[in-house]
């Protein structure tokens, strides 16, 4: 087992306590699902998705407190999702009937799958509790039947600097699309919008309870579209979904723009059935926001929306649907993954709209890396070559040097080392050599992010003493020849900088590893973040380090949110695992940070 040597016994001890409840919670779970038919469980996978779907409607949406969960709870919940997801669909299998076995949503029903949902989020909770705590990432201390969990100071180190980062960078993303946007968000017209979707709706009356309808409009279409545009651009990005991968019939920009036609379909379904509530007494919620539809209806929605062939468009929806064949993985990936469109039997479709809340294209992603080399390398074929790219657009002008493409650096003919982008600044005399690393963190699996930690870490440090060797032995001047830089006047260069930037995480401490301090290591929400915010006409270089070692060293303000679960005899008090970042005034449900993400 991959673990520090210097984790306590008494602490590995506790490891195994927490283990053996998560096993507890699990077995309940698994017990509950083998005495269901495979037809029922059908039914129970509907059911679930409206639990899920309604949860995250009121959690996120509702301008009211009534109704929603805690905080933890709510985490809880979405944790258990794949775990039952998976179950679910195992048992299920294929399926062998037609159609879609339709059950009146009604509360006794809904209980109990909230209450497989706690069950199985608990097992999560409680199992990767378990690996912080045998990797030291969080403190334990245990008196009787009592166990008390705390990050550690290893953990507090760098780990809410991360979530503040990519907070900022989402802001700051924000702003910039906002400009794109042709969508109008004042008031006036968003209530006008509502009113119009509002006399589109009917009540859908059914043998097994009244549902929504609701009549076409293009204008309410296109209004969607664009709503959604700036998280779906952000969210691609953030996932490394580059427009040219190849990705077996069907390329990365199509698969995002079928996303994006989902997204927007899901979006409008939320706020028809949000207005159709208020005009049609006994309309059942839960049953009307999770709805389905057969695949060659939504393939004629999808070609018809996005222009693109029948046969593409067919490769990209079955690369986000999920099948019963995929259970495997998610009884294995903790990290939630709401699939926007499942496949309930052949030839039906279940929409979760759930799915919009949380980046689809991760969970796509994901999923098919895990059972396809080909897939996995089209992802990240373009990945070092787009984030070059996106370096260098944040240093255009005739004060910067940029460096086309890698560069290699040589030794009696055999390759040293590769440097991935370089910056010259003709101002400052500042030569900035850059090693561009994009690794996924998605996933929840503590060993998968210690492994991807480390390994940043050892490569890092391998590539600036490869670099510095080489400098010693050729200098400055060579250095300058290799990348074909052009100093004013031919002077040597001051100053050269190495920098590491890894896509969403460099920091590392909480997980055990550390680099060298002549490294300058930074996240790139954090490094584009201050590029902006320094601006031109700076010594910018200089400027961002003594920015990055300020920031980094400045604890970050946060209010624990304790939680205490007895369970089978043990009491578990998780002290910080969930907190609110003070000053942040978003929704706590959205603000909280599930620390075991």
């Known amino acids: ?60 949406l509702s301008a009211k407190e009534e109704g929603k969960l805690s905080v933890h709870d709510f985490d809880i919940v979405v944790r258990g999702w794949n775990v039952l997801f998976g179950l679910l669909m195992q048992r299920k299998g294929a399926g062998e009937f037609n159609g879609v076995p339709l059950r009146e949503s009604v509360p006794e029903l809904r209980q109990a799958l909230m209450g497989m949902l706690h069950f199985a989020g608990r097992y999560v909770l409680l199992n990767r509790a378990a690996e912080m705590v045998r990797h030291g990432m969080v403190s334990s201390m245990a008196v009787g039947d009592e ?44 209530q006008h919008l509502r009113d119009v979707m509002g006399k589109l709706t009917f009540p859908w009356k059914t043998p097994h309870g009244v549902m929504v309808g609701y009549s076409a409009d293009p204008e309410i279409d296109a209004y969607f579209l664009d709503a959604v545009t700036q998280n779906t651009l952000q969210w691609r990005d953030d996932a490394g979904i580059h427009p040219r991968a190849e ?53 004629t929605s999808l070609v018809t929306a996005t222009a693109a062939s029948e046969e593409e468009v067919s490769v990209a929806l079955d690369l986000i649907t999920v099948r019963a064949d995929d259970a495997a993985y998610f009884l294995s990936e903790q990290a939630p993954c709401i699939p926007l469109v499942i496949e309930l039997c052949n030839g039906y479709l279940l929409t979760p709209v759930s799915g919009v809340f949380r980046n689809p294209f991760n969970a796509i992603r994901m999923l098919r890396e895990s059972a396809s080399i080909a897939i996995r390398n089209a992802f990240r074929e373009h990945r070092e070559e787009w984030m070059a790219e996106d370096l260098y657009a944040l240093f255009e002008g005739p004060r910067f040097q940029r460096v086309s493409g890698q560069t290699k650096l040589r030794r009696d003919g055999r390759i040293v080392t590769d440097i991935d982008a370089a910056i010259f600044d003709d101002a400052t005399g500042e030569l900035v050599l850059f090693q561009l690393k994009w690794q996924d963190f998605t996933s929840s699996s503590v060993r998968t992010q210690r492994s991807k930690a480390k390994n940043f870490s050892d490569q890092v440090q391998d ?135």
């Open 463 to 597: 590539w600036a003493e490869r670099v510095m060797c080489w400098i010693d032995q050729f200098g400055v001047a060579a250095l300058c020849r290799a990348l074909k830089i052009k100093p004013p006047d031919g002077a040597v260069p001051r100053h050269v900088l190495l920098v590491a930037v890894g896509r969403s995480n460099a920091r590392f401490r909480s997980y055990g590893y550390t680099v060298a301090e002549n490294i300058l290591c930074l996240p790139w929400p954090q490094f584009a973040r201050l590029r902006l915010a320094i601006g031109p006409g700076q010594d910018f270089f200089k400027l961002l380090m003594e920015e990055v070692i300020k920031e980094n060293a400045a604890p970050v303000e946060r209010k624990p949110l304790p939680y205490v679960l007895e369970r089978h005899g043990l009491k578990v008090t998780f002290q910080d695992i969930w907190s609110k970042l003070e000053g942040d005034d978003k929704d706590p449900g959205a603000a909280a940070a599930g620390q075991l993400k």
């Open 1 to 60: 087992m991959d673990q520090p040597t210097g984790t306590a016994p008494a602490a590995l001890d506790i490891a195994e306590r927490l283990d053996r409840l998560a096993r507890q919670e699990l077995d309940e779970v698994e017990r509950f699902i083998g005495t269901v038919p495979p037809i029922e469980c059908a039914v129970l996978l509907i059911e679930a998705c409206r639990c899920l779907d309604h949860m995250h409607v009121v959690q996120k």
């Open 147 to 190: 166990v008390e969990l705390k990050l550690s100071d290893r953990t507090l180190s760098d780990h809410f600097h991360d979530q503040l980062d990519h907070g900022k960078f989402a802001e700051l993303n924000a702003k910039v699309l906002r400009g794109y946007k042709a969508v109008a968000n004042d008031a006036g017209t968003v």
């Open 247 to 299: 990705l077996g019939g069907c390329s990365g920009g199509l698969l995002t723009t079928v996303v994006h036609v989902l997204m927007s379909f899901h979006t409008k379904h939320i706020m028809f059935v949000e207005e159709a509530i208020k005009l049609h007494p006994g309309v059942n919620q839960h049953m009307s926001l999770t709805i389905w539809k057969t695949r060659a209806d939504l393939m």
